[in-house]
């Protein structure tokens, strides 16, 4: 059974930094597209990166560019989420997921991606 889970989140004061991980089960993880994904209370589902299947091609929401980045390691299989400068508005469950198409025009889609973690709770205090 394919399986993502995250791990890393935490509370944190704003400017703070965060490193998210994501490990999967059951799937092979050089074959798919990884991505982040967050949603805070009362909001929608939102795109935050997506990294291609050699991590050479990552993709930002305007909202954390520069502040986020996104890397994989295959050896390891684990999929990872830098987070510096953190902001209130930065307070979401995170999520991970895996996908079978590439980093497209609509990578911030949720219906593109196939697998995803149950999340992780990123809280920044103001």
């Known amino acids: 059974q394919e399986q993502l889970a995250e791990s890393g989140g935490g509370l944190v004061e704003a400017g703070g930094s965060l490193r998210l991980s994501c490990t999967p089960s059951?799937?092979?993880?050089?074959?798919?597209?990884m991505g982040w994904f967050r949603q805070a209370p009362g909001k929608e589902r939102e795109g935050v990166s997506c990294?291609?299947?050699?991590?050479?091609?990552?993709y930002y929401a305007e909202s954390v560019k520069g502040r986020f980045t996104t890397s994989r390691d295959n050896g390891k299989k684990t999929l990872y989420l830098q987070m510096t400068s953190l902001k209130f508005e930065d307070t979401a469950t995170y999520y991970c997921?895996?996908?079978?198409w590439g980093c497209g025009a609509n990578w911030q889609s949720s219906e593109k991606w196939n697998y995803w973690g149950q999340g992780t709770q990123v809280t920044v205090s103001s």
């Open positions: 990294i291609s299947l050699n991590g050479d091609r990552t």
């Open positions: 997921a895996a996908g079978v």
């Open positions: 059951g799937l092979t993880f050089y074959s798919y597209t």
